[in-house]
C-alpha cells in the first residue's frame, strides 16, 4: 500500500487493539468519534455518557476549552525540545505547580508519559536510592495481590492480576507480594471498610522472611482500581506506612487513578492522611488527553542523588518525551481547569449523592457487592457458572446500547465519572445500569 492509497477506513485488521478481544471487536465495533462536556458521540450518531472518565483519565470531562487552547498554542509555539541536558521553561513550571499541589514534603518531580512508566519510574528510582544510601542489598520489591500497575516488566512483576503476568515469563526477581484487601464481610460497605487493617501486618512476616536489608520499596494503589475497585481497610494504610518506615522501607504509592480529585483531595495521600516516599501518577494529569505522567519523590528520596562531581549525570533514567512540550502545556492548562472550577472539591460534594445512587442497585439480579469511595463506584455481579466476565460484559453491551459507558473488570462494574457529573447525568447512569440489571441472564 502506498501512501497516495490510503486505507479504507472501514479496514479494522490492521490496528492490533490493547486489552481487547480483538475479533470480537472487529465483528461488531464500537466507534467513537467525537467528545464534550460527559458525553461521547458514536459514529453513528448517538450520544453516550462517560460513566467512566475514559479510562479514568478526564477528570475535567471532553473537550474543556482551556485545555484545547493549550495544545493548539503549544503545538504553534514550539513543538519539542530535546529531554536530555536541555529545557524549556513549561516541563519546569508544571513540576512546580506539580509540588505546591502535592502533599508537603513531595519535593520533585520526574516526568514519564504514561502511568506503566511512571511505575517503572518509581521502582528503577527505589533501587537505585537505596544503593545510593549505601544499601545495596535493598533490591526486593514488594507489591500486593489484585494490584495493578501498568504492563511493562517492573509494573507487571510487582502487580498482582494473574493474566497480566502469566504469559510474560519470569518476570523480575526477588519480588513478593501482600494479600489483596477484599474481604467477603466488608460487602456492600460505604466507603473505608472496617475490617482489615491487619492485613498489612504481612508486610512484617515478608520482612522476616526476607530480611529488612533485602527490601528496597513497597507498592500500592491507594485504592486499587483496575482489579474492581478495592478499597483500603480504616487503618491499613497508616499501618503499611509505620511498617516500612520502621525497617527503612520506601513506600510508592501508585496515584495514576486516585490522582487529580478522583477521591475528592488533590492526591490518595491527602485524602488517607498517610504521606508515601514516591507517588505515580499519569492520566488526570493531562485530563487523557496527550500522554503524560510523573513521579513524585521527597527530597530524602531526590537529595541522596545529588553527590559527586556536578557535571555528572546523576540518574541514568528518562525519556525522549520526559516533559514534552505540548504534553507541559496541557499538564498546566488541566490543572488550572482544575483549580479554577474547584473541581476537587466538587467530586467530593457530590460524592454523597454518588454513593447513594450506587447503592439502590442493591438487590437487583446478580448483585452481589457494591462498593464506593469518592468518585468511584463498583457493582460486583455473580458470574454465570463457567463463564466468568460474561455476565458483566453483557451488562457493558448493553449499558452502551442505551447510551451510557461503563467499564468492567472480570465480573465487577466499575465507574469513575468526570468530576463535573451533575446530578441528572448520576441519575441516568444508575437509572440505565438498573434498567439493563433487571434484564441481564
Ligand atoms: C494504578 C495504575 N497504575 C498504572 C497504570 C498504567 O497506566 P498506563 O496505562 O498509562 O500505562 C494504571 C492504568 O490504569 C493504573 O490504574
Not at 478499597?231 to 487513578?257: A, C, N, W
Not at 478522583?262 to 492526591?267: K, N, P
Request: charged share 20%.
Amino acid at each position: 500500500m502506498s501512501l497516495d492509497h490510503p486505507s479504507t477506513p472501514n479496514d479494522l485488521s490492521a490496528f492490533w487493539m490493547p486489552f481487547t478481544a480483538n475479533r470480537q471487536f472487529k465483528d461488531t465495533p464500537r466507534m467513537l468519534v467525537a467528545a464534550d462536556g460527559m458525553y461521547y458521540t458514536t459514529a453513528d450518531g448517538r450520544q453516550v455518557l462517560d460513566g467512566t472518565a475514559g479510562l479514568w483519565c478526564c477528570n475535567a470531562g471532553h473537550k474543556r476549552p482551556r485545555i484545547v487552547e493549550a495544545i493548539k498554542a503549544q503545538a504553534d509555539e514550539m513543538d519539542y525540545a530535546p529531554a536530555f541536558q536541555m529545557g524549556h521553561p513549561k516541563a519546569f513550571e508544571l513540576a512546580a505547580r506539580l509540588r505546591d499541589m502535592a502533599p508537603d514534603g513531595m519535593e520533585h518531580v520526574f516526568f514519564t508519559n504514561s502511568g506503566s512508566e511512571s511505575v517503572e519510574t518509581a521502582l528503577k528510582i527505589a533501587i537505585a536510592y537505596q544503593r545510593a544510601k549505601g544499601q545495596g542489598t535493598r533490591t526486593r520489591l514488594i507489591g500486593r495481590e489484585r494490584g495493578y500497575h501498568g504492563v511493562n516488566f517492573g509494573g507487571i512483576s510487582v502487580g498482582g492480576i494473574v493474566n497480566n503476568r502469566r504469559h510474560f515469563g519470569a518476570l523480575l526477581a526477588g519480588v513478593d507480594h501482600l494479600p489483596h484487601t477484599h474481604l467477603p464481610e466488608n460487602a456492600y460497605t460505604r466507603g473505608q471498610p472496617e475490617h482489615g487493617a491487619h492485613l498489612a501486618d504481612d508486610l512484617e512476616r515478608i520482612v522476616a522472611l526476607h530480611g529488612p536489608e533485602t527490601i528496597a520499596a513497597v507498592i500500592v494503589e491507594p485504592v486499587a482500581g483496575s482489579t474492581g475497585v478495592l478499597l483500603p481497610p480504616k487503618g491499613y494504610l497508616q499501618k503499611l506506612r509505620e511498617i516500612t518506615r520502621k525497617h527503612g522501607i520506601l513506600l510508592i504509592f501508585d496515584e495514576v487513578i486516585t490522582g487529580f480529585g478522583r477521591l475528592g483531595a488533590a492526591f490518595g495521600a491527602d485524602f488517607f492522611g498517610v504521606q508515601p516516599d514516591l507517588m505515580c501518577t499519569a492520566k488526570g494529569l493531562t485530563n487523557g488527553t496527550i500522554p503524560m505522567g510523573a513521579v513524585l519523590t521527597s527530597s530524602e528520596v531526590h537529595d541522596a542523588f545529588m553527590h559527586g562531581p556536578e557535571h555528572l549525570i546523576e540518574l541514568f533514567h528518562g525519556y525522549t518525551y520526559s516533559g514534552n512540550p505540548i504534553a507541559a502545556a496541557t499538564g498546566l492548562a488541566t490543572l488550572e481547569t482544575y483549580r479554577e472550577e474547584g473541581l476537587f472539591e466538587r467530586a467530593a460534594e457530590i460524592a454523597p449523592y454518588w454513593e447513594e445512587g450506587l447503592h439502590s442497585l442493591r438487590g437487583l439480579p446478580h448483585v452481589i457487592d457494591i462498593r464506593n469511595l469518592g468518585l468511584i463506584g463498583a457493582v460486583e455481579l455473580q458470574p454465570i457458572e463457567g463463564q466468568p466476565t460474561a455476565r458483566a460484559f453483557q451488562a457493558f453491551l448493553d449499558c452502551y446500547e442505551k447510551g451510557v459507558m461503563i467499564r468492567t473488570t472480570g465480573d465487577i462494574i466499575a465507574m469513575s465519572p468526570p468530576l463535573i457529573i451533575e446530578r441528572s447525568h448520576i441519575d441516568q447512569l444508575f437509572g440505565t445500569l438498573a434498567d439493563v440489571l433487571r434484564k441481564l441472564a
